[in-house]
C-alpha cells in the first residue's frame, strides 16, 4: 500500500463522518430528546404557566399512590419470579443433556412472540374465578358445582402470574444465552484440577452466569413496571390501577395531559436508577469470551434425573403457552368462549364474523404488517450503522450516538406514546394520525435492544479477522462485506425479526397513539375486549401469531440467509 | 318497536329534559329525500367511517345491510364505548385529523358538546322530518334520535333460580351477592355514564358506595355484562344493557333481564354527521339510511332496541317501553356533572 493510495481514502472517511454523524444525532433527538422534552415541559406546567401542582397532586393523592405501590409490587413479584424459573430452565438447556432442549427453546420463543395482552385474554379464558375452563375442571373434579375457584385472576396474584409468564422468556434468553457463551475450556480446566460437577458448577458456571441473572431480573422488574395491557385487561375488573392503566386513564375526556406527563415521570426515573444501578453492578466486568476459538460448552449428564427436569420444562410451558394457546384455539371455534368445543356447540361464526363482517380488520391487519416490515427495516438500518461506528469507533463524537441509542430503554412504551403524543400532535410536526407517528414510536421502543444485539455481535467479531484480512491487501469495505457481514448476517436477521415481533405485540405507545385510521392489530383487540368479544378475540389473536411466525419462517427462508433462531431476542 | 302516541305522552315526560332546548326557534334546514343524486355522489366517495357506540356485531349488521343496499360503499365501523368514542374524536378534531363523518353516541350529553364546538353539520333526511315526533329531533337539525334502550339488571339463570333473583337496585345490596356481581364503567360507556347520572340523581350516591363494598367485578363497556353473564362469569349484572341481554336470552344463553322496581334508567343513542365529514355524501346517505324506515325496522327486529319512529312495527310479544317504570333521561344534566360522575366514580369503585 503506497502512501498516495492511503491519504484520499482517508479524506473520504472524514467527509462521511460528519454528515452520518449529524444525520444520525438528528434521528436520535427526534425520537428521544423532543418527546421526553415536551414530557417534562407539560409535566411542570399548567396551560402553560409554570407549576409544581401536578407533583403535588400525584405525592398526596391516594389514587395515584395506590397504583405506583401496585406497580412496584408487581414489578418486584414478577422478577423473582421470573428468576427462579428461568435460571433453572436456562441451565437445564444450555448446560444439561436434558432431552428436546431445542424444541423447548423454540417453545421459549413462542412465548415471547405471545402478546401479553393476548396472554391476559388468554387467562380470562382459563382461570377467571367461575367461567374459566381450569376452574369449570376443579369443580367437575370436586362434584362440587358451588366450590370456591382454584384461581381468580382478577387479583393481584392472577396479573403477577400473567405478568411473569410473558416476561419470563426476557430472563431465560439472557441466562441461557450466557451459559451458552461460557467456554467449555474453563469448566474442563477446573475439572481436571479435580473440581467436582457441582464444585465446578458453583465456581465457574454459575459466577460467570450471574451477571446475566442479574440484569434478566432487571429486564423483567422494568418489562413488569411498564407493561399496559396485561394490568388493563386483569387489574380493572378487579378494581385496581397499575402506574401504566392510571396514565391511559388520564386520556379520559377532557385529557388531563400535563398529570399524565408528571405520572409517567416516576417510571422514567425509576428505569433510568434501576440502569444506573445494572451498570455499577455490571459495568466493567464484560469480557469477550468468544474470540476465534471456542470450545462447545461442557453438558452436565443427569442421568435419570433428565425425564424430572423435561417434566418440569413442560410444566413451566404450559403457562405460557399450552394453556393459553388451547384455550384461545377452543374459544375461536366454540360457540361459548369457555365451553369446551363439541359437536353442540362448534361454531365458525367467529371466523366468519372476523373475516367478513369486522370491518376494521383488513385496516388493522395491513397497518400492522406495514409498520412490522417498515419498523423492522428501518430500524435494523439505523442500529446497524450506528453500531458499526461505535464498535470500530469509526468517526468522532461516536459516544453521543451510542448514548442516544440506547437513551430510550429507559422510557417505557406509555412513557414514550405520551411524550411523543405530545410532540407530534402540535406545529411544528403533525405527525398524529399517521402512520408516522406509529413508526417513530416503534423504531424507538425497539432500537436499544437492536442496537446493543448488533454492537455485540460486531464485537464478537473481533477486529483481528477484519484486519487480517485488510493485512492480506483488502479495503475496508472489502473487508466488510467479506469478513463482517457474512458473519453478522445471522444478527441482522435475528435484529429484523426482533423488531418485527415486538411491534407486532406493541400496545402500550399505540393505545395512545392510533387513530380509528392507524389503528394496529393489537389495539383492535383492546377494543374488543372493552365488549367482550372473546370469540373475536381468539380469531384475531391466532391471525397475528400465523402473521408473526409465517413473516419470521419467511425470512428465515430467504436465499443465503441461513436458519436462525430468536436466542439473541 | 313502534311508539304509539299515548306511549309518546308517557315517554315524552321520560324525555322531559331533552326536550328543554326543542322550545327555541327551529332553524332545521329543510328535509331531504334520498335522490338519484345524493346516491351517486355517496358512490363516488365509496366509503364512510362510522363510529358508535353500539354492540360491534349488530353495528357492523347495519353497516353490512347499508353496504348491501347501496353497492360501492364500504362503511368502516369504528366502535368502542361511547366515552371513549367521545375521546377518540375530541382528540381527532384537536389534531385537525377528519375521520369521522357519522357517529351514534350512548350519551346524549355529547351531542350538546359537540354542537356546541360547532362540529356537526345540520341535515334532516325526509323519515325523521316526516315520522320522528318532534321531541326527538334536534330543533336545529344537527341529530337524530336513533335508538333508545334501557340499562337494566340481569341475572344467569343457572345460577340464580327466578325467586332468588334481585328485583330492585336495593336487593343488590345484600350480602349474599358479595362478589358475584359485574357492572360497567361510567368512564368507557356511554350507557353506564347516563345510567350513573340518572342513579346517583334518584337513588343517591349512597347506593353507589355501599355497592362499591359488594366486590363488583368492574368492566368497562356497557356490552360486556351482560356477555360475563351468559359465560357464567358472574352471577347478577348490577348495571349494562338489556339488549344484549335480550339478544343472548333469544340466542338460547341462560339469561334473564330483570327492571328494577326503582325505574330503569333510560339512555338515548343520538346519531350526528360532522361538518368535516371527508365523505358528507355517503355520510347523509347513511344517515337517511338508519333513520329510514327499513334501518330502524332493523333496529328493533335485529338490534332489539326501541325505535321513536311511527312507521316501524314492534315484535310481538316484546316488552313495551310504557310498560317499565322509567328513570328520567335528562342529557343537558349528563353534560353538566359528567366530569364529576367520572372522578366521584373512580374513587368510590378505586378505578
Known sequence: MTVTAVAPARRARLDLSWPVLIGFALILCALIVLPMSWLVYFSVTDKGHFTLANFVKLATDPTFIDPLVTTVILATSSAVICCAVAAPMGWLIARTDMPLRRTIRALVTASFVTPPFLGAIAWELLAAPNSGLLNQAWRALLRDPQAEPLFDIYTLPGLIFVVSCYTFPYVFVLVANALDRIPGDLEDASSILGGRTWTTARRVTIPLALPALLAGALVAFLQAMTLFGSPAILAIPAGFHTMTTKIWSLFQYPPKLELAAAASLPLLVLTVLLLRAEHMILGRRSYALVGGRQSDPRLVRLGAWKWAALGFAFLVLLNPVFLPYGALLNAAFSRVATQIVSFGNFTLRNIEFVFFELSATKLAVRNTLILGVSSATVGTLIAVVISYVTARKAIAGWRALAFLATAPIAVPGIVLGVGLFLSYTRPPFVLYGTLWILLVAFVTIALPAAYQQLQAAFRSVSVDLEEASRILGATRLQALAHITAPLLRTSVIATWCFIFVGVIRELSAAIILFTSETKVISVLIFDLNESGDLGAIAVLGLIMLVITFAVVIAINRIPGFGAIRLRNA | ?351
Open chain 2, 1 to 351: 318497536m313502534k311508539l304509539s302516541r299515548r306511549t309518546f305522552l308517557k315517554l315524552s315526560t321520560a324525555l322531559a329534559a331533552s326536550t328543554a332546548f326543542a322550545t327555541r326557534v327551529a332553524a332545521a334546514p329543510p328535509a331531504e329525500p334520498v335522490t338519484p343524486a345524493l346516491i351517486e355522489a355517496a358512490k363516488k366517495e365509496g366509503k364512510l367511517a362510522y363510529y358508535t357506540a353500539m354492540d360491534l356485531p349488530i353495528a357492523e349488521k347495519f353497516a353490512k345491510a347499508f353496504e348491501a343496499k347501496y353497492q360501492g360503499i364500504a362503511v368502516r365501523v369504528e366502535r368502542s364505548g361511547a366515552e371513549r368514542v367521545f375521546q377518540r374524536i375530541a382528540q381527532e378534531q384537536g389534531s385537525n385529523i377528519n375521520a369521522v363523518d357519522v357517529v351514534n353516541t350512548a350519551d346524549g350529553a355529547h351531542i350538546i358538546v359537540w354542537k356546541r364546538n360547532g362540529w356537526l353539520q345540520p341535515y334532516v333526511p325526509e323519515d325523521v322530518a316526516q315520522y320522528f315526533p318532534e321531541q326527538y329531533r334536534d330543533p336545529d337539525g344537527v341529530s337524530a334520535l336513533t335508538r333508545v334502550w334501557l340499562s337494566s339488571l340481569g341475572y344467569n339463570t343457572n345460577l340464580v333460580k327466578a325467586e332468588d333473583a334481585p328485583k330492585s337496585f336495593a336487593d343488590l345490596l345484600d350480602p349474599k351477592w358479595m362478589g358475584k356481581m359485574v357492572k360497567a364503567h361510567p368512564g368507557y360507556s356511554g350507557t353506564i355514564m347516563t345510567a350513573t347520572f340518572q342513579i346517583a340523581r334518584d337513588l343517591g350516591w349512597e347506593y353507589l358506595e355501599k355497592l362499591s363494598r359488594q366486590r363488583v367485578m368492574q368492566v368497562q363497556s356497557s356490552t360486556d355484562p351482560p356477555k360475563k353473564l351468559a359465560l357464567g362469569e358472574r352471577a347478577v349484572m348490577a348495571d349494562g344493557n338489556d339488549y344484549n341481554l335480550i339478544l343472548l336470552k333469544e340466542r338460547g344463553d341462560p339469561v334473564e333481564v330483570v327492571y328494577p322496581t326503582e325505574g330503569t334508567p333510560f339512555v338515548s343513542g343520538p346519531t350526528a354527521i360532522f361538518k368535516s365529514a371527508p365523505n358528507p355524501n355517503a355520510a347523509r346517505l347513511f344517515q337517511s339510511f338508519l333513520h329510514s324506515r327499513e334501518g330502524q325496522q332493523l333496529l328493533v327486529d335485529f338490534a332489539r332496541q326501541h325505535s321513536v319512529h311511527t312507521q316501524v312495527t314492534e315484535k310481538p310479544g316484546a316488552l313495551k317501553l310504557t310498560d317499565i317504570k322509567l328513570m328520567k333521561d335528562d342529557p343537558v344534566g349528563v353534560e353538566a356533572q359528567a366530569e364529576e360522575i367520572k372522578a366521584r366514580y373512580a374513587k368510590i369503585f378505586k378505578v
